[in-house]
């Protein structure tokens, strides 16, 4: 087959418009039992079919009686009721002919022989709910295209009804396809891809209304994926194709789409996202979905999430907007609307958004994301410090309640998130890694509540408070002890390339693999280097810079590299021979002021916990001698 | 049995710590499959066992070779890669040694032979996604006391996750009680009232996370309520009682709980919820539900959803709140905190809380409410105009998209606010009934879009616009023409006390409904009673007063009055007997400004419809010539 090289790049919402304006779906509609409608979406108004209370009722345990007879009581002058004068009701009783009021039970005492005394007066119809106090018949009780609540249940009920019609939800076929990716749970060879982009999809159909039915996955083949198609369009109102959107040798959506029906969209200006099919089969809309995980995401917000809502008679809700202020600079290309994940954290009262990994493989970067940074097509990017709106992701409650690292990287980080969460899950702890020297800045730029650091001063020879002196002079900074970490170098297990120490990375047969500029490993690194007299641009591979501890070690594990340095539990982790070259410190710089948060307070006693450290003993590689203890540096 | 009378007054707060402390649950862990955790709650923090990739893989299509075989690559110096050189490689495919770049395939120019010319270099790694670019093994994927979402469905499968421990949801055994009610869908016979409390309570069950378990309606019998609750026991978690939580003669719930386990709380300080029970029985929490619609939902709130919340794992969430100006002046009792249902809207930028029934039998106070105003014991209420804080139950958004309309009382105003939803599902319409002079009172404060108003100007027996110049005259109001409605004596089928007009009123066995001051159908009545010169004090009724044309239809059926004045509409829906007495212009005052907004264009297309006249035209009683009509008046 020849190669198509060159998507289109058409403009998103003319994509948009295009698709939603050729979809000729038809809105089907069901009769359900309303005690099974909780969030379907009802077709028509229902109008109330009985009144509710459907009789004169009593509001109050009492006694029924006429108004009139008690017109004349009073403290002084009490009335007497004599049996057969008044009725007791409960609540909810009906009161009727010859009684219109009702007098509560505390104000009517018994005076022997069936009489009772009471000393006010009531007005007619006084204690009684009214025929149709709730619900008159007739009365419309829900709109249509209403999402049904719990509360709406009870008032449909009351009102007599017992089924609704509610629109059908439309039915999504979800069909995962390409030779490389197996199915969760087999055993992974070189080149194998777990299939996991239909789960999310089928998560996301759900969310918007639909009801989706997942197929085995098909291998690229064109015969194969075509009788799945086939098969796919005569079970559902929509099929899903993931992947083979795009225009590689093994692509073959937007040739079936235009085989079997019509092609309408075949690329568009969206970064991730762009190699997307749009189209219709048997005039069923059909989405082709690219692979990696993040366009996929981009992809079904943008075209199928309003397409299943509006089928599921659902309101296209505008998606919820903060303005935040962008902690780094941010480029982004003229050819293309760029959809940025972001971090989002409240420090100051300001919003600050720090901008995720942009690429589309990062699944992590969604599943990290508190928002979403939309950057139009005719918009270079943004200066640091600049105001940006973000489309958020998550509840603003939960990001205020977020505690702000930024800093050096270390597995403990996580740990101690889940441990403050699990604590009190109002709370979550964000760590963004950039490196201990990023991290001090972003505290001087108001922009995080700390800064996790490990920073040898060379003259000195002491960690980190000769940089808080140096670089935060004008702020009340404190530091929080952490933990001495034993840092080392990495080799694939049984040290295969017998490396002995720093000395070896300059060798010809050595591939290294280092970390970013700033972060502590890396001064560790290239003071040791120094020390060593070792000109760095001898050594292949320096400038590889990983920027977590973990990526390092997984370079080492996987080959693309024969040594790193990182710490032990990195190493420990990965299964990696591990050379101790010293031992460091990793510690919490902190605002002052911060210190009296709640949120602060429990991270503290969080690391201060028996669970902390009883973990950070198992894990090994970590000293806790002074864990928590507070510094007061400037 | 001896009645106990009076409830404790408990604080709400403390009532809830009592019971929240004494709770002994047991949070329950159970393994499912990730791919059917959507929504579920981790139980513990998730960590990947594959890496993402789990190799190097092409981030392109293209060729993979190696980077410094590209170095000398230039426009006019291209290097030719020979067949054997290079590898075609599609995105996710495998780069192993001997190769550690890609090209893609459009900086690729095949010249015959298998050989290929590239004109810029690429530098090792490039285009390569590095093993664990998205997850690196042991990296924590999801933190415990997680909501698990689509996407991290999707991250889970990548890191190799199969299965994941989240907590079981608490299983809620609801048990309806009560002699008097009856399962949805029975012949009504008097005094008997649908059971829908429990298929509300299913509903906030599963809201909050838990799994719920509904009973047959059990009757007011001690031995009947034990067994049930027994059983309940067996097979849940907590059991709920609805209702029976009071002091009457058939509330057994305090003594079930008393004499089967514990009794810990009978009667809290809140309005409405107050009659509420909450015990242990077997160590379970047990909680007796009042069975008034809204005071069951409030203790729900108040006690259910923080126990059902945590038991699952989830935060207990603040409400959303919003400050917004009073719109009208509300008195509450010192003896309770009182929860009083409000819709709010946006007139003007600003937001307007109007209190809803405050009736603890008002389901539809609830279903209409877009917030809840907490009133604090200690406060004994609000002037209008004043700034309160409103926890939401909608979306601000759904909110700000409002119609505001405040006045006068037509069953249209309903099939409007559906047709306008209908159309746009992002717009509503909200209408409070005050009647006319309320509703021009409203605009004239800021706190309405428009007025729908029918008031008679004795001196030009003209309609509307006289009050308007006369009321609003420093404001620029058009009137937007609505309907002309006919007006009539309203009596039951047959008119068995043959009524023949308004003189008849008076009358020593007639019972009258009258609406409420300010109505215009008050001011028609007032007008030709007038005219007929009868005493008001004469009739008898005169001061039972009804807000709307439906619940004084509803009287006159059930009996409860002979004779009311109201729309035909509504004796048409009751099935009355109809005097006409006068035809009346039922308009919309509307500031002017108020003209150029989306959703009051889109009011004014939905009744210059014809689908509204239609409509119209079928329920009878309308005139529908100058319908949608804009006059300036001011």
Redesign the interface.
């Given at each position: 087959m020849e190669?198509k090289?060159?998507l289109d790049n058409m403009d998103v919402d003319e994509a948009l418009k295009l698709f939603l304006d050729r979809t000729g779906y038809k809105q089907e509609i069901e009769e359900i039992h309303?005690?099974q409608s909780?969030g379907r979406v009802t077709a028509d108004?229902v109008f109330a079919i009985?009144?509710?209370?459907?009789?004169?009722a009593s509001?109050m345990?009492g006694i029924a009686v006429r108004a009139k007879d008690t017109y004349e009581a009073s403290e002084v002058n009490p009335v007497i009721f004599k049996k057969g004068q008044y009725k007791?009701v409960?609540?909810?009783?009906?009161i009727?002919e010859p009684y219109?009021a009702v007098i509560m039970?505390?104000d009517v005492v018994e005076v022997g022989e069936g009489n009772l005394k009471i000393i006010s007066p009531v007005?007619?119809?006084q204690n009684v709910?009214?025929?149709?106090?709730?619900?008159?018949?007739?009365?419309?009780?829900?709109?249509?295209?209403?999402i049904i609540?719990?509360?709406?249940?009870?008032?449909?009920?009351?009102g007599?009804i017992?089924t609704i019609k509610v629109y059908k939800k439309p039915r999504v076929g979800i069909i995962p396809t390409?030779t490389?990716i197996v199915e969760?749970?087999e055993k992974?060879k070189?080149?194998?891809?777990?299939?996991?982009?239909s789960?999310?999809?089928?998560?996301?159909v759900?969310?918007y209304g639909g009801e989706p039915l997942r197929y085995s996955i098909v291998a690229d083949d064109y015969e194969l994926l075509k009788a799945a198609i086939k098969n796919a369009l005569m079970e559902n109102d929509i099929v899903v194709i993931n992947a083979g959107s795009?225009?590689?040798?093994?692509d073959y959506t937007s040739k079936l789409v235009e085989d079997m029906g019509e092609l309408i969209v075949h690329g568009v200006a969206t970064k991730p996202g762009k190699p997307v099919v749009l189209g219709f089969i048997e005039n069923k809309p059909v989405i082709g979905v690219p692979?990696y995980?993040v366009s996929a995401?981009v992809v079904f917000e943008i075209f199928a999430k309003p397409l299943i809502n509006r089928w599921a008679?659902?309101?296209?809700?505008?998606e919820?907007k903060v303005e935040a202020v962008l902690s780094k600079r941010l480029v982004s290309s003229l050819r293309n609307k760029e959809f940025v994940r972001v971090k989002l954290g409240k420090v100051n009262n300001n919003l600050i958004a720090t901008p995720l990994s942009r690429?589309a493989?990062?699944?992590?970067s969604?599943?990290r994301a508190d928002g979403i940074l939309e950057v139009p097509q005719t918009c270079e990017g943004y200066e640091a410090g600049e105001k940006v709106n973000i489309n958020l992701l998550k509840?603003l409650?939960?990001i205020q309640n977020t505690i702000v690292s930024i800093g050096s990287h270390d597995?403990i980080m996580?740990?101690i998130?889940?441990m403050i969460?699990?604590k009190n899950?109002?709370y979550?702890l964000s760590s963004s890694h950039v490196g201990s020297m990023a991290g001090l800045m972003a505290l001087r730029r108001g922009e995080a509540h700390m800064a996790p650091i490990h920073l040898l001063d060379e003259e000195t020879g002491t960690y980190n408070i000769e940089y808080i002196k140096k670089y935060l002079a004008n702020m009340d900074i404190a530091l929080i002890k952490g933990v001495k970490r034993i840092q080392g170098i990495m080799t694939k297990k049984n040290n295969p390339k017998s490396i002995k120490g720093i000395e070896d990375l300059a060798r010809d047969d050595i591939r290294f693999v280092n970390r970013q500029k700033g972060a502590g490993t890396r001064i560790l690194t290239d003071y040791l280097l120094k020390n060593a007299g070792i000109d760095t641009e001898k050594i292949n591979?320096y400038?590889?810079e990983?920027t977590?501890h973990?990526?390092v070690?997984?370079?080492v594990?996987?080959g693309?590299a024969d040594v790193g340095v990182g710490v032990y539990s990195a190493a420990k982790?990965?299964d990696l021979n591990f050379i101790p070259i010293g031992e460091e410190e990793y510690d919490f710089a902190i605002p002052t002021a911060f210190l009296d948060e709640i949120m602060i307070k429990l991270f503290i006693e969080v690391i201060m916990s028996k669970d902390f450290k009883d973990y950070l003993n198992q894990m090994g590689g970590y000293g806790i001698e002074n864990t928590g203890h507070i510094i007061k540096c400037n």
């Amino acid at each position: 087959m020849e190669r198509k090289i060159y998507l289109d790049n058409m403009d998103v919402d003319e994509a948009l418009k295009l698709f939603l304006d050729r979809t000729g779906y038809k809105q089907e509609i069901e009769e359900i039992h309303v005690i099974q409608s909780l969030g379907r979406v009802t077709a028509d108004a229902v109008f109330a079919i009985y009144s509710s209370p459907n009789f004169n009722a009593s509001a109050m345990d009492g006694i029924a009686v006429r108004a009139k007879d008690t017109y004349e009581a009073s403290e002084v002058n009490p009335v007497i009721f004599k049996k057969g004068q008044y009725k007791y009701v409960d609540t909810g009783d009906p009161i009727s002919e010859p009684y219109d009021a009702v007098i509560m039970i505390e104000d009517v005492v018994e005076v022997g022989e069936g009489n009772l005394k009471i000393i006010s007066p009531v007005f007619p119809w006084q204690n009684v709910r009214p025929i149709g106090e709730d619900i008159v018949a007739n009365e419309m009780i829900i709109p249509s295209n209403h999402i049904i609540g719990p509360v709406d249940i009870g008032a449909l009920l009351s009102g007599g009804i017992t089924t609704i019609k509610v629109y059908k939800k439309p039915r999504v076929g979800i069909i995962p396809t390409g030779t490389e990716i197996v199915e969760p749970g087999e055993k992974l060879k070189i080149g194998d891809i777990i299939e996991s982009n239909s789960r999310m999809l089928e998560g996301l159909v759900k969310e918007y209304g639909g009801e989706p039915l997942r197929y085995s996955i098909v291998a690229d083949d064109y015969e194969l994926l075509k009788a799945a198609i086939k098969n796919a369009l005569m079970e559902n109102d929509i099929v899903v194709i993931n992947a083979g959107s795009s225009a590689g040798s093994e692509d073959y959506t937007s040739k079936l789409v235009e085989d079997m029906g019509e092609l309408i969209v075949h690329g568009v200006a969206t970064k991730p996202g762009k190699p997307v099919v749009l189209g219709f089969i048997e005039n069923k809309p059909v989405i082709g979905v690219p692979g990696y995980p993040v366009s996929a995401w981009v992809v079904f917000e943008i075209f199928a999430k309003p397409l299943i809502n509006r089928w599921a008679g659902r309101q296209i809700k505008q998606e919820k907007k903060v303005e935040a202020v962008l902690s780094k600079r941010l480029v982004s290309s003229l050819r293309n609307k760029e959809f940025v994940r972001v971090k989002l954290g409240k420090v100051n009262n300001n919003l600050i958004a720090t901008p995720l990994s942009r690429g589309a493989g990062v699944t992590m970067s969604l599943v990290r994301a508190d928002g979403i940074l939309e950057v139009p097509q005719t918009c270079e990017g943004y200066e640091a410090g600049e105001k940006v709106n973000i489309n958020l992701l998550k509840d603003l409650e939960d990001i205020q309640n977020t505690i702000v690292s930024i800093g050096s990287h270390d597995l403990i980080m996580d740990i101690i998130g889940n441990m403050i969460h699990r604590k009190n899950s109002a709370y979550n702890l964000s760590s963004s890694h950039v490196g201990s020297m990023a991290g001090l800045m972003a505290l001087r730029r108001g922009e995080a509540h700390m800064a996790p650091i490990h920073l040898l001063d060379e003259e000195t020879g002491t960690y980190n408070i000769e940089y808080i002196k140096k670089y935060l002079a004008n702020m009340d900074i404190a530091l929080i002890k952490g933990v001495k970490r034993i840092q080392g170098i990495m080799t694939k297990k049984n040290n295969p390339k017998s490396i002995k120490g720093i000395e070896d990375l300059a060798r010809d047969d050595i591939r290294f693999v280092n970390r970013q500029k700033g972060a502590g490993t890396r001064i560790l690194t290239d003071y040791l280097l120094k020390n060593a007299g070792i000109d760095t641009e001898k050594i292949n591979g320096y400038q590889r810079e990983m920027t977590t501890h973990m990526a390092v070690a997984a370079a080492v594990a996987s080959g693309s590299a024969d040594v790193g340095v990182g710490v032990y539990s990195a190493a420990k982790a990965m299964d990696l021979n591990f050379i101790p070259i010293g031992e460091e410190e990793y510690d919490f710089a902190i605002p002052t002021a911060f210190l009296d948060e709640i949120m602060i307070k429990l991270f503290i006693e969080v690391i201060m916990s028996k669970d902390f450290k009883d973990y950070l003993n198992q894990m090994g590689g970590y000293g806790i001698e002074n864990t928590g203890h507070i510094i007061k540096c400037n």
